[in-house]
C-alpha cells in the first residue's frame, strides 16, 4: 500500500483536526476528517481506513470532564467497531483532548480509574514548548526515534496519576511511550508524557506533535532552530499502516 487511509475523528469543540490530518498528508497517509455523527452513521468509514486519530481540542467544551463526553459516545456507539480496529492490528493515536478521550473508553489503561489525567498541579492552564524523550521500544509510534522531539503543549487537565503497582506494570511492559524531559509542565507522575497499550498499537500524549512537523512551526525557526521534528512520530504510524 503506497499511501494508508487514516481518519482524524472530530467532536464539537476539537480543534486540532486539520493540523492532525496536514501532519498526516505529510508523513504519507491520505487523511480524512469525520465528525463524531458522520462516523455514527456510517461506522464502516473506520474500517475502510488503516489509522484512527483522536483529534485534540476541547470536545463538547470539556462539559463533565476532559474528554468524558467524546470517550462516552464513542463507547456507547461504536465500543465493538474501536475494538476490531486495535485487534486488526491499525494504529491509533489521542493527542491532548483525544488523549483523556482514549483513556475513558478503555483503549488505554484508565477506564479502570487505575490511570487518571488530572488537574495541572499548579493549577493553571500551561501553554508551552517541552522536549521529549521517546522511551518504549513497544510502541510502534515511537519506532525509529532515536532522539527527543519537540512540541507545545496546551491544556489544563493533563497531570498523569496512577497508583504506584500501575506505573511498575507501564513501566516493566514498556508502555511509557514518552516523559518530559525539559521541566515537568504539569506535576505527571514520573514525568510521564503519554503511554500506550500492551499491544503498542494505540498511543495518548498530552503534548501536540501535530504542530511541530515543519520546522517554521517552531517559534525559534528564525534563529536557526531545526531539530525536534514530531513528523517523525507520524511517519511511523503511517509506516506501520503501510504494512497491514
Known amino acids: 500500500m503506497s499511501r494508508p487511509q487514516a481518519l482524524v475523528v472530530l467532536a464539537p469543540g476539537t480543534n486540532r483536526d486539520r493540523d492532525a490530518a496536514f501532519a498526516l498528508d505529510l508523513?504519507?497517509?491520505d487523511s480524512e476528517r469525520v465528525h463524531l455523527g458522520e462516523l455514527f452513521e456510517n461506522p464502516k468509514r473506520l474500517h475502510a481506513s488503516q489509522l484512527l486519530v483522536v483529534a485534540g481540542g476541547f470536545s463538547f467544551a470539556d462539559a463533565l470532564g476532559a474528554g468524558r463526553l467524546f470517550a462516552l459516545e464513542l463507547v456507547t456507539r461504536?465500543?465493538?467497531?474501536?475494538?476490531?480496529?486495535?485487534e486488526d492490528g491499525k494504529p491509533v493515536i489521542g493527542i491532548?483532548?483525544?488523549f483523556q478521550t482514549l483513556i475513558r473508553t478503555g483503549l488505554l489503561p484508565g477506564s479502570d480509574l487505575a490511570v487518571a489525567l488530572g488537574p495541572n498541579a499548579g493549577g493553571t492552564f500551561v501553554?508551552?514548548?517541552v522536549h521529549l524523550q521517546p522511551e518504549s521500544n513497544t510502541c510502534i509510534w515511537t519506532a525509529g526515534l532515536d532522539e527527543p522531539i519537540e512540541c507545545p503543549i496546551a491544556h489544563g487537565e493533563g497531570r498523569f496519576v496512577c497508583d504506584q503497582p500501575t506505573l511498575d506494570a507501564l513501566e516493566a511492559n514498556n508502555q511509557i511511550a514518552f516523559r518530559y524531559m525539559s521541566g515537568n509542565p504539569n506535576g505527571s507522575m514520573a514525568d510521564v508524557a503519554g503511554i500506550c497499550d500492551t499491544t503498542g498499537l494505540v498511543l495518548g500524549l498530552m503534548p501536540h506533535p501535530e504542530n511541530h512537523v515543519i520546522s517554521r512551526q517552531h517559534p525559534k525557526h528564525l534563529r536557526g532552530h531545526r531539530r525536534g521534528l514530531a513528523r517523525r512520530l507520524f511517519e511511523a504510524g503511517v509506516n506501520h499502516a503501510k504494512e497491514l
Open 78 to 86: 461504536i465500543r465493538d467497531e474501536l475494538a476490531r480496529f486495535v
Open 27 to 29: 508523513a504519507g497517509a
Open 96 to 98: 491532548c483532548n483525544g
Open 127 to 129: 501553554c508551552d514548548w
